[in-house]
């Protein structure tokens, strides 16, 4: 049985965008505040997140936009190898079969009639 490691964190463009150093340091502090402290300062540190999120919306960061594309095709491809980071190795071979056949169908179309 192929065990999954839970515990990794690999930062998405989004999470770059919504997090930064202080919530990193607030959110370093939870585990030592009292029991009683711990759910109300991490729900304030999740607002501070939310905040972040909303606020990128106002005026769109370059990263945020940076994987649109115009053809549907490519950017479906993108985002499979996008979401292979984060991905069991079953799920990757997953992934692969997929983008191969997404390969032979393509190719399929670029060739004139």
Do not use: H, W
């Amino acid at each position: 049985m192929e065990q999954e490691n839970n515990n990794e964190f690999t930062p998405t463009a989004f999470d770059l965008e919504t997090q930064n150093r202080n919530i990193q340091i607030l959110k370093t502090v939870i585990p030592y505040l009292s029991p009683s402290r711990q759910k109300n300062f991490a729900v304030m540190v999740k607002f501070l997140e939310l905040r972040n999120a909303v606020s990128i919306f106002e005026s769109p960061p370059a990263s945020m936009s940076i994987c649109s594309s115009d053809d549907p095709g490519e950017r479906n491809i993108a985002l499979l190898n996008d979401l292979k980071k984060f991905c069991t190795p079953a799920q990757q071979e997953s992934i692969d079969m997929l983008l191969g056949a997404f390969s032979m169908f393509s190719f399929g179309d670029t060739n004139p009639i």
